[in-house]
């Protein structure tokens, strides 16, 4: 994966988003499977397990500087959350997998980095 090597503002927001928010699933019961799985045409963020249910889990991180009026959520256009559906099936469907579903963390960090804001979306197609 090429863009590990970059390390831009927005890919540091990102990366400390992602790590809030397997924090946030662990705590909460979930098993992380897997971060960052990679197709050419689309990345899961998170894949993690509950009971018997995988869950894809897209996560959207700004911070504060970067708000106005918006909300991590807005970031999630109609066309990505298909590209997300796209690359969860695909997953689902190599792996074999009936039971799954796709949800969504919102981070909103303060100027420094830390955790100011957390909503969990379930079921987001």
Known sequence: ????F???QKQITGRIGE?????????????????????KWGEIDIICQKKNKIIFVEVKTMRETEKMDLAPEDQMSK?????????SLSYANHHKIDNWQM???AIELNNENNLKNIRYWENIY
Do not use: H, S, V
């Open 6 to 8: 970059m390390n831009t």
């Open 19 to 39: 790590d809030i928010a397997c924090q946030y699933l662990e705590q909460n019961g979930y098993k992380i499977i897997q971060r960052n799985y990679w197709e």
């Open 103 to 105: 949800d969504m963390i």
């Open 79 to 87: 066309n990505k959350i298909a590209k997300f559906k796209k690359i």
């Open 1 to 4: 994966n090429p863009k590990k």
